[in-house]
């Protein structure tokens, strides 16, 4: 067999999988490596030894990585293991621990977080969002996330009303005090206890469940009136519709027509009753009143419940984007995207849907399940199990309840490893475990985004990864890496160029396995 010496002054490519070694036609083909491992590629197009590990403290059990910023001249290392909380400064000397934390170590790998100078918030779909604050160089808290107070005793959290109740309606009892509840279907479960509902916008906190249709609660804002009116005539009132009376504008939903003279009205509008004598409208009729008389609350669709409880589980993901706290991967509401009010991160209150206000927006494309991730990048991208999509914003059109929606990039779905945001764009795992992709802007106000795959060369080196960390370069060493933490232990380091030029992969392996990586610079 004939072999060929040939000269070859750069594997900016790095490693390119074996079946690519026939293409002559390729630029990679000239500027790669068939086997290329434990090195560290230059800008020049060389490469050197991969650096070697020092000690700097010694973790017990598995533990995930992350940095935390406080300011220029504060930072730590931090780190997730079974039920514990770690700090270390970057010398490796330890700031503190919380322990009894929620996760567990089966759990540790599902676990996202989102780190902000003024806390850290944990979350994972089987426990309340967790928050973290740093209170001393060496001390710090941790508490169940929890929501802003709002009027007459309010939670500020977020609701919603969930696919398989549709349809069933609650009656209370009474407006105020205890009061039962009854159900037209099965929906009370004993996890119940303690959490709110909704009737008319007005809350009550489930105290006890007697069974699958009946609960009793504890009033914590006065509820809407049902009322019993007399009329000239009930002729051509439905129940169903809205009626509204035509001096006080007391508006309601017409709930029975007990007789010719007679309506039962569920009051929707507020606590105002409507008065005597005046006018009553509906959309086919319009009669007089000559009484109003109080009756039991009537029956009624118009209810939700708070949407983060042990019952309907809890958000397994979260970001910050534009001053706002953003949750998503929520078991019941996989499809949710979940926005704080603006600098209020603790207020999921939607309001009167004002510029401000908090936003609750499901993903409305048939194929994706499951929405994952979102980043928050030029504009907020969101990543789901079948697609990646953006929301356009821009100066002159922020982001606001009256403006969110999700336009399509790609229909490429991302694993549950997290994106990432580099100098070219957002950086991600694709769905299927062997592959790292690319959203890039593109300038373009009508596609503003775009996806390349970045390692097509060598999807054998890209083994379902778990992390993905940045360096950025610093004055001894300008290249700069994503590294690739393999679910092997094993690390593929993304050698790029700016501008993404071109960039190369190698395979970095130890006696052992790297278990987690973050970057600190």
Same mark, same amino acid.
């Given at each position: 067999?004939?072999?060929?010496?040939?000269?070859?002054?750069?594997?900016?490519?790095?490693?390119?999988?074996?079946?690519?070694?026939?293409?002559?036609?390729?630029?990679?083909?000239?500027?790669?490596?068939?086997?290329?491992?434990?090195?560290?590629?230059?800008?020049?197009?060389?490469?050197?030894?991969?650096?070697?590990?020092?000690?700097?403290?010694?973790?017990?059990?598995?533990?995930?990585?992350?940095?935390?910023?406080?300011?220029?001249?504060?930072?730590?290392?931090?780190?997730?293991?079974?039920?514990?909380?770690?700090?270390?400064?970057?010398?490796?000397?330890?700031?503190?621990?919380?322990?009894?934390?929620?996760?567990?170590?089966?759990?540790?790998?599902?676990?996202?977080?989102?780190?902000?100078?003024?806390?850290?918030?944990?979350?994972?779909?089987?426990?309340?969002?967790?928050?973290?604050?740093?209170?001393?160089?060496?001390?710090?808290?941790?508490?169940?996330?929890?929501?802003?107070?709002?009027?007459?005793?309010?939670?500020?959290?977020?609701?919603?009303?969930?696919?398989?109740?549709?349809?069933?309606?609650?009656?209370?009892?009474?407006?105020?005090?205890?009061?039962?509840?009854?159900?037209?279907?099965?929906?009370?479960?004993?996890?119940?206890?303690?959490?709110?509902?909704?009737?008319?916008?007005?809350?009550?906190?489930?105290?006890?469940?007697?069974?699958?249709?009946?609960?009793?609660?504890?009033? +914590?804002?006065?509820?809407? =009136? $049902? /009322?019993? @009116?007399? *009329?000239?005539? &009930? %002729?051509?009132?439905?129940?169903?519709?809205?009626?509204?009376?035509?001096?006080?504008?007391?508006?309601?939903?017409?709930?029975?027509?007990?007789?010719?003279?007679?309506?039962?009205?569920?009051?929707?509008?507020?606590?105002?009753?409507?008065?005597?004598?005046?006018?009553?409208?509906?959309?086919?009729?319009?009669?007089?009143?000559?009484?109003?008389?109080?009756?039991?609350?009537?029956?009624?669709?118009?209810?939700?419940?708070?949407?983060?409880?042990?019952?309907?589980?809890?958000?397994?993901?979260?970001?910050?984007?534009?001053?706002?706290? +953003?949750?998503?991967?929520? =078991? $019941? /509401?996989? @499809?949710? *995207?979940?926005? &704080? %009010?603006?600098?209020?991160?603790?207020?999921?209150?939607?309001?009167?849907?004002?510029?401000?206000?908090?936003?609750?927006?499901?993903?409305?494309?048939?194929?994706?399940?499951?929405?994952?991730?979102?980043?928050?990048?030029?504009?907020?991208?969101?990543?789901?199990?079948?697609?990646?999509?953006?929301?356009?914003?821009?100066?002159?059109?922020?982001?606001?309840?009256?403006?969110?929606?999700?336009?399509?990039?790609?229909?490429?779905?991302?694993?549950?490893?997290?994106?990432?945001?580099?100098?070219?764009?957002?950086?991600?795992?694709?769905?299927?475990?062997?592959?790292?992709?690319? /959203?890039?802007?593109?300038?373009?106000?009508? %596609?503003?985004?775009?996806?390349?795959?970045?390692?097509?060369?060598?999807?054998?080196?890209?083994?379902?990864?778990?992390?993905?960390?940045?360096?950025?370069?610093?004055?001894?060493?300008?290249?700069?890496?994503?590294?690739?933490?393999?679910?092997?232990?094993?690390?593929?380091?993304?050698?790029?160029?700016?501008?993404?030029?071109?960039?190369?992969?190698?395979?970095?392996?130890?006696?052992?396995?790297?278990?987690?990586?973050?970057?600190?610079?």
């Amino acid at each position: 067999m004939v072999s060929f010496d040939v000269e070859q002054n750069t594997w900016e490519y790095g490693e390119i999988q074996e079946t690519l070694a026939l293409r002559h036609d390729l630029i990679a083909h000239k500027s790669g490596a068939v086997r290329l491992r434990n090195v560290r590629q230059l800008a020049g197009g060389g490469w050197t030894r991969r650096p070697g590990a020092s000690w700097r403290q010694t973790i017990d059990g598995f533990t995930r990585l992350d940095k935390y910023t406080l300011n220029s001249e504060t930072r730590y290392l931090v780190g997730f293991s079974a039920a514990t909380f770690e700090a270390f400064d970057i010398a490796g000397e330890a700031r503190g621990v919380l322990t009894s934390q929620p996760w567990t170590a089966t759990q540790l790998t599902e676990i996202n977080w989102s780190v902000s100078k003024d806390d850290i918030i944990v979350c994972h779909q089987s426990f309340m969002p967790w928050k973290i604050e740093n209170v001393t160089e060496s001390t710090w808290s941790g508490a169940s996330f929890a929501f802003a107070s709002g009027l007459d005793g309010q939670k500020k959290q977020p609701y919603y009303r969930f696919s398989e109740t549709k349809g069933i309606t609650l009656q209370p009892s009474a407006r105020t005090g205890p009061i039962n509840l009854v159900a037209s279907a099965d929906l009370f479960v004993a996890d119940h206890v303690g959490t709110r509902f909704r009737w008319l916008n007005r809350e009550v906190e489930i105290a006890t469940v007697v069974d699958a249709q009946n609960a009793t609660a504890s009033v +914590i804002s006065r509820l809407n =009136p $049902s /009322v019993r @009116l007399t *009329v000239t005539t &009930s %002729a051509n009132f439905l129940v169903g519709q809205q009626v509204e009376g035509l001096t006080t504008s007391v508006s309601g939903i017409c709930v029975a027509k007990t007789d010719g003279t007679h309506l039962d009205v569920l009051i929707t509008s507020g606590m105002d009753f409507f008065s005597t004598s005046e006018d009553l409208a509906g959309p086919d009729a319009k009669t007089t009143i000559s009484a109003v008389s109080e009756i039991t609350p009537a029956a009624s669709v118009v209810w939700d419940e708070q949407a983060f409880s042990e019952v309907r589980g809890y958000p397994g993901s979260v970001t910050r984007h534009r001053n706002r706290l +953003i949750f998503t991967d929520h =078991p $019941s /509401v996989p @499809l949710g *995207v979940l926005m &704080s %009010a603006i600098g209020a991160s603790d207020d999921f209150d939607l309001g009167y849907q004002n510029d401000s206000d908090a936003i609750f927006e499901t993903l409305g494309d048939s194929r994706s399940t499951r929405v994952r991730h979102c980043l928050s990048a030029e504009q907020l991208l969101v990543f789901a199990d079948n697609g990646v999509y953006y929301v356009p914003e821009s100066a002159d059109l922020p982001l606001t309840p009256a403006t969110v929606q999700f336009l399509t990039v790609a229909p490429t779905g991302i694993s549950a490893a997290k994106p990432l945001l580099s100098d070219q764009g957002a950086l991600f795992i694709d769905a299927g475990g062997n592959n790292v992709a690319v /959203v890039s802007p593109t300038g373009d106000p009508r %596609a503003s985004w775009e996806l390349a795959p970045l390692t097509a060369l060598a999807p054998h080196l890209i083994r379902t990864p778990t992390e993905i960390a940045l360096t950025t370069g610093n004055a001894a060493e300008n290249e700069r890496y994503a590294l690739i933490r393999n679910s092997d232990g094993t690390i593929a380091p993304m050698f790029y160029q700016p501008q993404g030029k071109s960039l190369g992969l190698n395979l970095w392996e130890t006696d052992g396995a790297w278990r987690s990586i973050t970057s600190i610079n």
